[in-house]
């Protein structure tokens, strides 16, 4: 969302304060925190707007430092004037205001320029295991804010295969510890293991990609898949059983999930008729601005669907299932085959609804939507604003098989229902890897950042995808990913793990997701004169993701371009584009295709420039993150991260 500043009044209900949490799955909730930061460098390079908040009407005020220690001057944090309500950043830590009625508000005091993280890989087993802090054998992840002790607290659900969804904790978004599952093997779950045709127990029900949102009334709901482990015999032909459930619980805590009721079933048989179906999995909720509720799913066949769900009770709202009662399996083939008699029509621009199904949202070979929310966007451009106070839908898609070339696409919509659309306003498609067909923005693929700091074990980017998208209470946007990687000596069964990134909207109100992991680095604007100030000679490293096969033998590499203070970018010495920077740290950059070898660049991209730990060359650095603009059926992100001098 564009924020014209980071300076607001804190009044309860306002429309102000509302708009900076307006990406979070619940819409009914509301922020409670914010983040400003204090100049660790001694730059001079900040604004007002970056290291200033106003909160109105605070009655008392705490505060502890960054290792989370009470001080007993909390003006050594932050300092608050009365008067104006303005606090202003001081040191690293929290700032904990009391309000009239008691409600508490929390002032993030963050460095300017990001520290050391603690966080880095170490190039052992750890990183990928369970047991390690770095989301190692994370897959499928679904994020989660709460309070806890009067601080926030990160829960990641996600698939855990037999006995029930993962489930990790972190207080900083940096390092997780396991928990445990939702479920255990003694979970009762009679009408689940009756469709997919074995127990929990055994481990022939198994637990894929979860989403898990806070209910209205208190406690959780997990929304989840149930898959066969092994296909399932019915009259000679062999079928794939899944369901989509909702399980329910007080706590977060391992083990405390218990079954509520069935949302969505699905048979496939093996063979071409499979081949076009609607999988009941991956389901992931969004809320619209008038606080429906609504569950997107699906998983290759015919695409991605959606279903509106009751706000009150978490299923369907249609109520297809009466009594909780299963369908049969001969039942649901018949459900599929009144999907597969109209899904054709979606791209000609006729919208496919099926009474169980749900509407359509994409089509093609994608699974596991996500569909985000942001209200009050200003569209502007280096001229100047377009438009303001818009409310869009921000959708991603995984596109082709998880293990092959997963690639993170999507769209935007006005509507949460879609239709989904890239930036030049194309249908969200994927036909096959790398087809001519494919349509929407393409927001990540594998890549490779090149010369890397000598002792850096950081790793490449492979096959990322089945990513959630969430706010947290201080209005930071999050993409949580899978990532495969080969860094680990695996060349024919890459490790996985998951990864923590920030997200912004450009000026054009596009999604363009930070390169580089999430290392404590604030959202803030930069200029021009920062930007160059702490760049090598100008010096970047680019990386442009385009429509390739983009598997994990074919990650795309960075190269080196320089941005020099006349505006123009150069490769290897000679022309090949220009750039400006305008507002709140937005850049436009155009090139002449073809002019950097190696590097697919569109000509033209929308962005912004933001503080990174940039966890390949060790350092605190700038990163720059684009979406293409350059017209066509699609349009792909373009990374760069300065060859930063700070610390160096």
Same mark, same amino acid.
Request: negative net charge; contains cysteine.
């Given at each position: 969302?564009?924020?014209?500043?980071?300076?607001?009044?804190?009044?309860?209900?306002?429309?102000?304060?509302?708009?900076?949490?307006?990406?979070?799955?619940?819409?009914?909730?509301?922020?409670?925190?914010?983040?400003?930061?204090?100049?660790?460098?001694?730059?001079?390079?900040?604004?007002?707007?970056?290291?200033?908040?106003?909160?109105?009407?605070?009655?008392?005020?705490?505060?502890?430092?960054?290792?989370?220690?009470?001080?007993?001057?909390?003006?050594?944090?932050?300092?608050?004037?009365?008067?104006?309500?303005?606090?202003?950043?001081?040191?690293?830590?929290?700032?904990?205001?009391?309000?009239?009625?008691?409600?508490?508000?929390?002032?993030?005091?963050?460095?300017?320029?990001?520290?050391?993280?603690?966080?880095?890989?170490?190039?052992?087993?750890?990183?990928?295991?369970?047991?390690?802090?770095?989301?190692?054998?994370?897959?499928?992840?679904?994020?989660?804010?709460?309070?806890?002790?009067?601080?926030?607290?990160?829960?990641?659900?996600?698939?855990?295969?037999?006995?029930?969804?993962?489930?990790?904790?972190?207080?900083?978004?940096?390092?997780?510890?396991?928990?445990?599952?939702?479920?255990?093997?003694?979970?009762?779950?009679?009408?689940?293991?009756?469709?997919?045709?074995?127990?929990?127990?055994?481990?022939?029900?198994?637990?894929?990609?979860?989403?898990?949102?806070?209910?209205?009334?208190?406690?959780?709901?997990?929304?989840?898949?149930?898959?066969?482990?092994?296909?399932?015999?019915?009259?000679?032909?062999?079928?794939?059983?899944?369901?989509?459930?909702?399980?329910?619980?007080?706590?977060?805590?391992?083990?405390?999930?218990?079954?509520?009721?069935?949302?969505?079933?699905?048979? #496939?048989?093996? =063979? @071409?008729?499979? !081949?076009?179906?609607?999988?009941?999995? &991956?389901?992931?909720? $969004?809320? +619209?601005?008038? %606080?429906?509720?609504?569950?997107?799913?699906?998983?290759?066949?015919?695409?991605?669907?959606?279903?509106?769900?009751?706000?009150?009770?978490?299923?369907?709202?249609?109520?297809?299932?009466?009594?909780?009662?299963?369908?049969?399996?001969?039942?649901?083939?018949?459900?599929?085959?009144?999907?597969?008699?109209?899904?054709?029509?979606?791209?000609?621009?006729?919208?496919?609804?099926?009474?169980?199904?749900?509407?359509? #949202?994409?089509? =093609? @070979?994608?699974? !596991?939507?996500?569909?985000?929310?942001? &209200?009050?966007?200003? $569209?502007? +451009?280096?001229? %100047?604003?377009?438009?303001?106070?818009?409310?869009?839908?921000?959708?991603?898609?995984?596109?082709?098989?998880?293990?092959?070339?997963?690639?993170?696409?999507?769209?935007?919509?006005?509507?949460?229902?879609?239709?989904?659309?890239?930036?030049?306003?194309?249908?969200?498609?994927?036909?096959?890897?790398?087809?001519?067909?494919?349509?929407?923005?393409?927001?990540?693929?594998?890549?490779?950042?090149?010369?890397?700091?000598?002792?850096?074990?950081?790793?490449?980017?492979?096959?990322?995808?089945?990513? &959630?998208?969430?706010?947290?209470?201080?209005?930071?946007?999050?993409?949580?990913?899978?990532?495969?990687?080969?860094?680990?000596?695996?060349?024919?069964?890459?490790?996985?793990?998951?990864?923590?990134?920030?997200?912004?909207?450009?000026?054009?109100?596009?999604?363009?997701?930070?390169?580089?992991?999430?290392?404590?680095?604030?959202?803030?604007?930069?200029?021009?004169?920062?930007?160059?100030?702490?760049?090598?000679?100008?010096?970047?490293?680019?990386?442009?993701?385009?429509?390739?096969?983009?598997?994990?033998?074919?990650?795309?590499?960075?190269?080196?371009?320089?941005?020099?203070?006349?505006?123009?970018?150069?490769?290897?010495?000679?022309?090949?584009?220009?750039?400006?920077?305008?507002?709140?740290?937005?850049?436009?950059?155009?090139?002449?295709?073809?002019?950097?070898?190696?590097?697919?660049?569109?000509?033209?991209?929308?962005?912004?420039?933001?503080?990174?730990?940039?966890?390949?060359?060790?350092?605190?650095?700038?990163?720059?993150?684009?979406?293409?603009?350059?017209?066509?059926?699609?349009?792909?992100?373009?990374?760069?991260?300065?060859?930063?001098?700070?610390?160096?």
């Amino acid at each position: 969302m564009k924020k014209l500043s980071k300076v607001f009044s804190l009044v309860l209900g306002s429309v102000l304060v509302l708009s900076l949490l307006t990406g979070c799955k619940n819409a009914a909730e509301e922020p409670t925190a914010a983040r400003i930061c204090y100049d660790n460098l001694g730059a001079g390079f900040l604004s007002e707007a970056d290291t200033k908040v106003v909160v109105e009407g605070a009655e008392s005020v705490s505060a502890v430092d960054a290792d989370g220690n009470a001080v007993s001057d909390p003006d050594t944090i932050a300092a608050y004037d009365e008067a104006t309500g303005t606090v202003t950043a001081v040191s690293e830590g929290v700032l904990t205001l009391t309000l009239k009625g008691g409600e508490k508000f929390r002032v993030e005091v963050v460095p300017a320029y990001p520290t050391d993280p603690g966080n880095q890989y170490d190039g052992t087993a750890m990183d990928y295991s369970q047991q390690g802090k770095l989301l190692g054998g994370c897959h499928d992840p679904s994020l989660i804010e709460v309070e806890e002790n009067g601080a926030p607290a990160y829960y990641i659900f996600s698939t855990g295969w037999a006995q029930g969804n993962e489930i990790r904790r972190s207080t900083d978004l940096l390092t997780w510890d396991f928990m445990g599952k939702a479920t255990g093997s003694n979970t009762v779950l009679s009408k689940v293991e009756t469709w997919i045709g074995g127990t929990n127990d055994t481990g022939f029900v198994q637990w894929w990609a979860p989403d898990i949102v806070a209910a209205p009334d208190g406690g959780y709901w997990l929304y989840t898949c149930c898959v066969s482990n092994a296909k399932v015999n019915l009259d000679g032909i062999n079928y794939s059983m899944a369901c989509i459930i909702l399980m329910e619980s007080d706590t977060l805590e391992a083990e405390s999930f218990r079954y509520k009721g069935v949302l969505m079933q699905s048979c #496939i048989p093996d =063979g @071409a008729e499979g !081949a076009i179906d609607v999988n009941s999995i &991956d389901p992931q909720i $969004i809320y +619209d601005a008038d %606080g429906k509720m609504y569950m997107a799913y699906g998983s290759f066949g015919t695409g991605n669907w959606m279903l509106e769900l009751d706000p009150k009770t978490g299923l369907r709202k249609d109520k297809m299932y009466k009594n909780d009662t299963f369908y049969s399996w001969q039942e649901v083939r018949e459900f599929r085959t009144e999907a597969v008699t109209v899904y054709g029509g979606y791209l000609s621009g006729d919208e496919v609804s099926t009474d169980y199904y749900g509407t359509m #949202i994409s089509q =093609g @070979a994608m699974e !596991a939507p996500v569909i985000a929310r942001h &209200d009050n966007v200003t $569209i502007s +451009d280096e001229n %100047g604003v377009i438009e303001e106070g818009k409310t869009y839908y921000y959708s991603m898609h995984s596109y082709n098989g998880l293990d092959v070339a997963y690639q993170m696409w999507g769209g935007r919509s006005e509507s949460v229902w879609g239709r989904y659309q890239s930036v030049g306003g194309s249908e969200v498609f994927n036909q096959s890897m790398g087809s001519s067909a494919n349509q929407g923005n393409k927001y990540m693929g594998s890549f490779t950042w090149s010369d890397q700091a000598e002792d850096s074990k950081e790793t490449d980017i492979v096959l990322p995808g089945h990513n &959630d998208l969430f706010t947290t209470s201080s209005g930071m946007n999050l993409a949580a990913y899978i990532t495969r990687t080969y860094s680990y000596g695996t060349p024919t069964d890459p490790v996985f793990m998951s990864q923590v990134h920030q997200y912004y909207l450009n000026s054009m109100g596009d999604i363009c997701i930070n390169p580089n992991r999430y290392g404590g680095e604030i959202d803030r604007s930069v200029s021009k004169e920062e930007l160059l100030h702490f760049t090598d000679g100008g010096r970047f490293k680019l990386v442009a993701m385009a429509n390739n096969t983009n598997s994990g033998s074919s990650a795309v590499q960075s190269v080196e371009v320089v941005l020099s203070e006349d505006g123009k970018i150069s490769y290897n010495g000679t022309q090949a584009g220009s750039w400006l920077m305008y507002g709140e740290g937005y850049i436009k950059l155009t090139f002449t295709p073809g002019s950097i070898p190696g590097a697919n660049v569109e000509k033209l991209y929308y962005g912004v420039v933001r503080p990174a730990w940039l966890f390949e060359q060790g350092k605190s650095g700038f990163t720059v993150t684009a979406m293409g603009h350059g017209g066509g059926t699609r349009s792909c992100a373009l990374f760069m991260n300065n060859i930063s001098t700070i610390g160096g």
